[in-house]
């Protein structure tokens, strides 16, 4: 069974760093693309970025800049480096991961992450 594991969330004061990372075990096939995305409340989840297995990377306008996804294929692990983080940024971020193909989507439960002013 997939299992999808974020750690490394926190509380944060504008303007300061935090490092996400996800770990998934359990696949018996391929990870084609790992990502971050988030929900904030009142607001539908969006992507913040993605990576595929190449190392090709899509960020959001919104991080693009702050915001670094990078992954290790061998470890099957994803990690997102935040910066100049933003209350905006506030959300429970989540990470996903594509297995196989055609792709079957797998989540992890989720880790708060709380920007103050």
């Known amino acids: 069974q997939v299992q999808v594991v974020e750690s490394g969330g926190g509380l944060v004061q504008a303007g300061g760093s935090l490092r996400l990372s996800c770990a998934v075990s359990?696949?018996?096939?391929?990870?084609?693309?790992m990502g971050w995305y988030r929900h904030a409340p009142g607001k539908q989840r969006e992507l913040v970025a993605t990576?595929?297995?190449?190392?090709?990377?899509n960020y959001a306008d919104s991080v693009k800049g702050r915001f670094t996804i990078s992954s290790a294929n061998a470890q099957n692990t994803v990690w997102l480096q935040m910066t100049s983080l933003k209350p905006e940024d506030t959300a429970v971020y989540y990470c996903?991961?594509?297995?196989?193909?055609?792709?079957?989507?797998?989540w992890g439960q989720g880790t708060q992450v709380t920007v103050s002013s």
């Open positions: 359990g696949s018996l096939f391929s990870i084609n693309r």
């Open positions: 996903n991961a594509v297995v196989g193909a055609p792709g079957v989507g797998y």
């Open positions: 990576i595929t297995r190449g190392g090709s990377t």
